[in-house]
C-alpha cells in the first residue's frame, strides 16, 4: 500500500462498488505508516456511492451492503493477508475432528451499542434468528453448514454441524458474522432506521439514501483502530461529484476511476493504490445449455481470444491484474500448480483451431445481456471485438444491472458481461460457479467429482488444506472448461485529503481495513 | 372565481385516478420482479415465491390495486421493499431539498426571464435584442448537468464561494440554505429562463403592435405606464402558460441536477429507486408528483383568470 505520486491508475466502477464504502476488518499493520499524530476529534467525512439495502444485515438484498455495514457490525471473524480468517468479535475457534461441531471463543468484556452484553446467548439468538428468520437472506449460506447452536458458558458457542464447517472462519467475517443485540431482534422493526451491532460506531441519525452520521464509541473493545470521532457516510452517485465535493474540501475521502486519479492529484488531493488485488474480478459468463457454449472446445477457444491485457489497459489502464482464475494473487484459494495458460494467454490462432476443432470454424452467434453502466458497455464492446477475431458474432442486449443478471441466472439469456464483487469466503463463488443450477451456472454444467471436490474445500479451517483443496477443484474446473472466463482482478484506488495518512488497503478487503488504520491529523 | 376553482379541481380528479392506474400498472410495466428484489440476491426460487406470497403479490391484479388505492386514501403510501422505511419518511426527507431548489430555480428564471424578455420586445430587431436573442438560444440549447459541472468547477473549486455538493435544511439557517442552492438552482434555472424570456418578448412584441396600446402612446401617457400597466399584464398570459409548464418540467430536470450537486432529493430518490427497483417507492414518487404537478396547473389556471377576465367567465 502507497500514496502515489506518478500519473496512471483508473479502477472501474464494479470496483468501486465494492470499494468506495468499505471498512471494518482487522487491524494489520500499515506496510507504509506515518509518524502523524492522530486527531481524535476529527470527523471523516465519506463520499460514497452505495446505499446499504437493509440497516439489518440479515436482511439485506445484496452483498454490496457489507462494506458500510461494517462501521456498525463486527463480524465474529475478519480476514487478513492471504484471506485468512483472523480473529474479531471471536478471540478463537475450533472444527472438532469430525467436522460435527464448530466452536467459537468470544473476546471478553463486548458489548452492542445499545448497552447489551454480547455473549454466547447474543451469538446463539442471532444464529437461530439468521437461519430461521422467513426473512433472512443469509439463510441460504448457514443453512447447510449448520443444524443448531447452543451456549457452552457465558463466552463460548457450539455450532451443531451438518457439513462445511471449515469454511465458517471466512463466511464468518461476512454478513452472517454480523452480530444484532438480541434486545433489537426482539423487535426487529427498530432495525429499518437504526444499526445496533458491535461494531466501532453508533448510527445517531439517518436519512435513507443520503446521508449515515454515526459517531465512534467510546467502550469499543480495539482502542487502535478508527482513530478519529465521527463518521460521516454521503450517498454521492455520481462520480465526478464526489470527486468535486473532495477537491471542494467537503469531504475526507472517496474512490476514484480512471483519469480521475490524475484529476486528484492535480487538485492537491492524495491518491492511495492497493498494492494487492481484491477478491472481485470482470467475467463474462456463458449458459453451457444455449449456442454453443456447451462445447467445452469453444469456452476454451474464446478465453483464449480475451486479450485481458490489452482490455486492463483500454479500460482500467492497466489497474486491473489478468487472471484467468477467480481468485488473485496472493490469496489463499488461488492455485498455483494449475497451468491455466492455454486459457489465459491470448493466442488468436490457438483460439481458431479450437473453434475449428469443435465444428465451429465458421463462428456462431449469440446475444449477451449487458448491464447499463458504462463501464460494462465498453467492456463488452472490446469482448464483442475479440471474439470477432475468432468468428464468433456477440449481440449485446444493454438491459439494467438487476434485470442483466436475472435474465443471464433464469436461463433467459445466452451469456451475461459482468463483475463478481468478491467476498470472505472463496467457497461461496465456487458453489455458484460450479454447483449445477446454481445462480452462476445456469446451463448447469458440472462434474461428478465437483460436488465432493466442493465438500473438500469446506472440510478443514487450516488455510495449507484449504488451499490444496482449492487447487484440486480448480484442476477439475478447468478440465471440465469453466462457462465464466475471468478477466482480471481491478486494484482499488482512493483519494483523499492531504491531512490523511497510513490509509492502509493491504488485505483481500483493500480498502476495507484503510479507515480502521488511517490517521487524520490537524 | 370559487366556483372556478372547484370545477378545476374537480377535473382534476379524473387525471389523478389515471395516474394512480398508470403507477399500478409500473410493476407489470418495468421489467423485473419485484418479488425477486425483496428476496435478495441468491434467493432460491421458494424464497421468492414466499416473498410473492408476503407481499401479496400473487392475488388477482385488480385486489392489489384497490388494497394500494385504499392505502393511499387513508394516507398510506406504503413502505420501501428493499430498506423497509416507510416511504412517506422518504419523500418527506426528500420533498424540501426538491421544492427548495425548485423555488429558488423558478423564482430567479422568472425575475431573469421576464426582465431579458421585456428589454429585448422593447428594443426588438436591435443588437441588444439579437444578443439577449442568441443568450437565450444558447441557454435552451445547453444542457443543465453541463451548465452545473461549469458552475461546480468555476464558484466552487476555483473561487469557493459556494458548496459544490449537498443541502442544508432551512432550519440551520437562510444562509447555509441557499449558498447550498445557488448554483443547482441556476444550472436547473437556466433552460426556464431563457424559455419564459423568448416567451415573454413574443408576447411584448405582440401587445405592443395592438391597436390599444397605439391609442394610449397616441393619447400621451408616459413610456413606463404603457408599458408598465397596459402591455406587460396582457403579455404576461403565454409566459405564464410557460411558467407552469417549466415548473413541471424543473421537477423531471431535478432528477439530473440533484446527482450532478448529490442532493437528497425527490430526483435521487426516485433515481435509486428506479435502479434498486422499489416498486412502492416508485408508486409513492409518481403519485406525489402528479398530486404537485396537479396543484401547480391549478395555480396556474387561476392566474389566467386573474390576468383574463374571459377565463373566469367562460
Known amino acids: 500500500m502507497r500514496a502515489s505520486t506518478p500519473i496512471r491508475a483508473t479502477i472501474a466502477l464494479g470496483a468501486v462498488l465494492v470499494l468506495a464504502s468499505c471498512s471494518g476488518g482487522g487491524t494489520p499493520a500499515p506496510s507504509e505508516s506515518s509518524t502523524a499524530v492522530a486527531d481524535r476529534t476529527a470527523t471523516v467525512v465519506i463520499g460514497g456511492q452505495i446505499t446499504p439495502s437493509h440497516l439489518d444485515p440479515h436482511r439485506g438484498v445484496t452483498e454490496n451492503d457489507i462494506g458500510m455495514l461494517r462501521y456498525w457490525y463486527d463480524t465474529l471473524t475478519t480476514v487478513v493477508g492471504n484471506g485468512e480468517a483472523a480473529p474479531f468479535l471471536a478471540e478463537s475457534w475450533e472444527l472438532s475432528d469430525d467436522g460435527k461441531t464448530f466452536t467459537l471463543k468470544l473476546r471478553e468484556g463486548l458489548t452492542f451499542v445499545d448497552g447489551e452484553p454480547l455473549d454466547a446467548a447474543a451469538v446463539v439468538t442471532n444464529f437461530d434468528r439468521m437461519i430461521s428468520d422467513p426473512n433472512s437472506t443469509v439463510a441460504y449460506i448457514l443453512e447447510p453448514i449448520i443444524e443448531s447452536s447452543e451456549v457452552v458458558d457465558p463466552l463460548t458457542v457450539q455450532l451443531n454441524l451438518k457439513g462445511g464447517g471449515g469454511a465458517l472462519p471466512t463466511i464468518l467475517a461476512s454478513r452472517p458474522g454480523m452480530m444484532v443485540s438480541p434486545k433489537a431482534l426482539a423487535n426487529p422493526d427498530v432495525l429499518v432506521t437504526k444499526a445496533i451491532g458491535a461494531g466501532a460506531f453508533d448510527l445517531v441519525e439517518v436519512n435513507p439514501g443520503a446521508r449515515y452520521a454515526s459517531v465512534r464509541r467510546d467502550d469499543y473493545w480495539d482502542e487502535d483502530a478508527y482513530k478519529f470521532a465521527k463518521l460521516d457516510y454521503l450517498v454521492q452517485a455520481d462520480t465526478a461529484t464526489r470527486l468535486n465535493s473532495l477537491a471542494a474540501g467537503e469531504t475526507t475521502l472517496t474512490a476514484v476511476i480512471g483519469p480521475q486519479k490524475q484529476e486528484a492529484e492535480a487538485a492537491g488531493l492524495k491518491t492511495w493504490e492497493s498494492d494487492e488485488p481484491g477478491t472481485a474480478f470482470y467475467r463474462f459468463s456463458m449458459n453451457s445449455e444455449r449456442a454453443a457454449f456447451g462445447d467445452k472446445r469453444v469456452r476454451q477457444a474464446m478465453s483464449a481470444a480475451v486479450d485481458r491485457a490489452a482490455i486492463s489497459n483500454a479500460l482500467f489502464q492497466g489497474q486491473c491484474i489478468p487472471s484467468a482464475q477467480p481468485y488473485p494473487e496472493g490469496y489463499f484459494a488461488r492455485s498455483t500448480t494449475l497451468d491455466d495458460s492455454k486459457w489465459q494467454t491470448f493466442d488468436l490462432e490457438y483460439a481458431k483451431k479450437l473453434m475449428a476443432d469443435a465444428g465451429y470454424a465458421d463462428g456462431f452467434s449469440f446475444t449477451a445481456a449487458v448491464p447499463t453502466l458504462s463501464t460494462y458497455q465498453n467492456f463488452a464492446q472490446i469482448l464483442q471485438a475479440q471474439f470477432a477475431e475468432i468468428g464468433i458474432t456477440m449481440n449485446l442486449e444493454v438491459i439494467d444491472t438487476t434485470q442483466a443478471r436475472q435474465a443471464f441466472v433464469t436461463g433467459k439469456s445466452d451469456a451475461l458481461v459482468g463483475f463478481y464483487g468478491g467476498g470472505t469466503d472463496p467457497g461461496i463463488y465456487a458453489m455458484s460457479a460450479y454447483s449445477p443450477k446454481s445462480g452462476d451456472n445456469p446451463g448447469g454444467l458440472t462434474t461428478d467429482n465437483m460436488a465432493a471436490l466442493l465438500a473438500e474445500t469446506q472440510r478443514s479451517i487450516d488455510i495449507d488444506e484449504r488451499h490444496l483443496a482449492f487447487e484440486a477443484l480448480l484442476d477439475e474446473a478447468f478440465e471440465m472448461g469453466p462457462a465464466q472466463i475471468v478477466v482480471c482482478h481491478p486494484v482499488g484506488v482512493n483519494a483523499t485529503q492531504q491531512n490523511i495518512s497510513n490509509f492502509d488497503q493491504t488485505g483481500p478487503l483493500g480498502s476495507s481495513y484503510a479507515l480502521r488504520t488511517m490517521t487524520v491529523s490537524k | ?314
Open chain 2, 1 to 314: 372565481m370559487l366556483i372556478f376553482i372547484l370545477k378545476r379541481i374537480l377535473a382534476a380528479i379524473p387525471v389523478l385516478f389515471i395516474v394512480t392506474l398508470i403507477a399500478f400498472s409500473l410493476i407489470y410495466m418495468i421489467p423485473g420482479d419485484a418479488a425477486i428484489v425483496a428476496a435478495g440476491e441468491n434467493a432460491s426460487q421458494e424464497r421468492i415465491e414466499q416473498v410473492r406470497e408476503q407481499m401479496g403479490l400473487n392475488r388477482p391484479a385488480i385486489v392489489q390495486y384497490f388494497v394500494w388505492i385504499g392505502d393511499l386514501l387513508t394516507g398510506n403510501l406504503g413502505v420501501s421493499l428493499i430498506s423497509g422505511h416507510t416511504n412517506a419518511e422518504m419523500i418527506a426527507n426528500a420533498l424540501p431539498v426538491t421544492v427548495s431548489l425548485a423555488l429558488i430555480a423558478l423564482t430567479w428564471s422568472l425575475i431573469a426571464g421576464v426582465l431579458i424578455g421585456t428589454f429585448a420586445g422593447l428594443n426588438r430587431d436591435s443588437w441588444i435584442d439579437r444578443t439577449l436573442t442568441a443568450l437565450t438560444t444558447f441557454g435552451l440549447a445547453v444542457p443543465t448537468f453541463w451548465i452545473g459541472l461549469i458552475l461546480v468547477v468555476t464558484f466552487a473549486l476555483q473561487f469557493r464561494m459556494f458548496p459544490a455538493t449537498g443541502f442544508t435544511p432551512i432550519t440551520e439557517g437562510v444562509g447555509p440554505w441557499l449558498s447550498h442552492l445557488v448554483l443547482p438552482a441556476l444550472a436547473l434555472g437556466t433552460t426556464t429562463a431563457a424559455e419564459i424570456a423568448r416567451q415573454t418578448r413574443a408576447g411584448m412584441i405582440d401587445v405592443l403592435e395592438q391597436d390599444y396600446i397605439r391609442t394610449a402612446t397616441a393619447k400621451g401617457l408616459p413610456r413606463w405606464i404603457v408599458v408598465g400597466k397596459h402591455t406587460t399584464k396582457n403579455a404576461a398570459i403565454p409566459v405564464v402558460t410557460v411558467f407552469g409548464l417549466q415548473a413541471a418540467a424543473l421537477i423531471g430536470g431535478s432528477v439530473i441536477i440533484e446527482q450532478v450537486f448529490a442532493m437528497p432529493g425527490l430526483g435521487s430518490l426516485a433515481l435509486r429507486s428506479i435502479i434498486e427497483r422499489d416498486f412502492p417507492v416508485i408508486q409513492a414518487f409518481v403519485v406525489v408528483v402528479t398530486l404537485f404537478v396537479l396543484v401547480i396547473n391549478l395555480l396556474v389556471d387561476i392566474s389566467y383568470a386573474y390576468f383574463n377576465p374571459k377565463v373566469r367567465q367562460s
